[in-house]
């Protein structure tokens, strides 16, 4: 396989099932509350690519996640425009804001 696989840990998902452990306890313990932990940066070779794809597949809560690469060809991501706030109209258009008083 020539994509590198790289993974992150939701810590504030996992509900400490332990499955990620049992496929691939190189890249993932448990903590003292039974709580998975990522051992290491979340780069994985290739070698190790199904044990870990396989720990993600088989989480009750999907706590494990794949970062995916950006293509070069891809458009990037705008920047989100942040409002005017200068020349925001806040009495004129109450209605259309929603406002009451």
């Known amino acids: ?13 996992c509900d400490g099932f332990g499955i990620c452990a049992r496929h691939a ?10 709580y ?4 290491g940066d979340g780069n994985i070779p290739d070698a190790d690519r199904d044990a ?7 989480c009750p809560v999907h706590a494990i996640l794949q970062i995916g690469e ?3 060809d891809e458009k990037p991501i705008q920047p989100v425009r942040e409002p005017d ?7 004129d258009n109450e209605a259309e804001w929603g ?3």
Do not use: C, N
């Open 52 to 58: 870990v794809q396989r720990a993600l597949m088989d």
């Open 70 to 72: 950006r293509r070069p």
């Open 1 to 13: 396989m020539t994509d590198k696989m790289r993974i992150k840990l939701d810590r504030t998902l």
């Open 25 to 34: 306890p190189e890249y993932f313990s448990l903590d003292d509350w039974g």
């Open 36 to 39: 998975a932990v990522l051992v």
């Open 85 to 91: 706030l200068e020349h925001l109209k806040t009495e």
């Open 99 to 101: 406002f009451t008083r």
